[in-house]
């Protein structure tokens, strides 16, 4: 479902269905649950697109502890490599990036910044870089018996760490990226 949110804003961008795709995702095992399905490629192909992606996770880690360890992952690489070689060797159409719990929000921002000028440092400086930011994860022993309202409502201060994403929480953060660049688009699927 993400990437069809991706290649519809490129399409619409581009006012017309690109014949392939591209795209590079970095983030945790959230990142990892929008990978394409078999259903969604057919779905693409039907529209005579192909996609390809490459995939860096690291599950229950944010993008700070990524960044810092950028040979760790907890799934497979693809063909392409870990993030900086994927990145360094390959032009891609979007890179998205996945902020996550166990840190500071002013951390995972600082990140955010560091590894979008690591990005246009690279042949792809004119690539769609999007930050994915996901729905608050499920602390309660059942999914039934979590209460998502609260926790997307949380209040966020950038100093505390991080024990769960929030609405709160992707504002300051996208308020902090756009300080620095208005370059970079945020999804929000929480």
Not at 78 to 93: C, E, H, L
Not at 119 to 127: D, K, Q
Not at 145 to 162: P, Q, V
Request: glycine share 8%.
């Amino acid at each position: 479902m993400l990437l069809c949110c991706f290649l519809w804003s490129s399409m619409e961008a581009q006012d017309k269905l690109p014949g392939s795709y591209r795209i590079y995702n970095i983030g945790n095992s959230h990142t990892w649950d929008h990978r394409p399905a078999t259903g969604f490629l057919e779905i693409a192909g039907s529209m005579n697109i192909e996609i390809t992606n490459g995939w860096h996770i690291n599950c229950g880690k944010n993008i700070n502890h990524i960044w810092k360890n950028p040979d760790q992952t907890c799934v497979e690489v693809t063909r392409f490599g870990y993030f900086k070689d994927a990145i360094s060797n390959s032009v891609w159409d979007a890179i998205t990036i996945q902020p996550f719990v166990g840190g500071t929000g002013k951390d995972e921002a600082e990140t955010i910044k560091e590894l979008y000028q690591f990005i246009r440092g690279t042949a792809n400086r004119e690539t769609d870089v999007f930050v994915y930011c996901t729905w608050p994860e499920n602390t309660g022993e059942e999914l039934a018996g979590f209460d998502y309202s609260r926790a997307w409502m949380a209040a966020y201060n950038e100093k505390d760490t991080l024990l769960n994403v929030s609405e709160d929480f992707f504002l300051y953060l996208e308020n902090s990226v756009k300080e620095f660049t208005a370059d970079v688009k945020f999804v929000s699927v929480g």
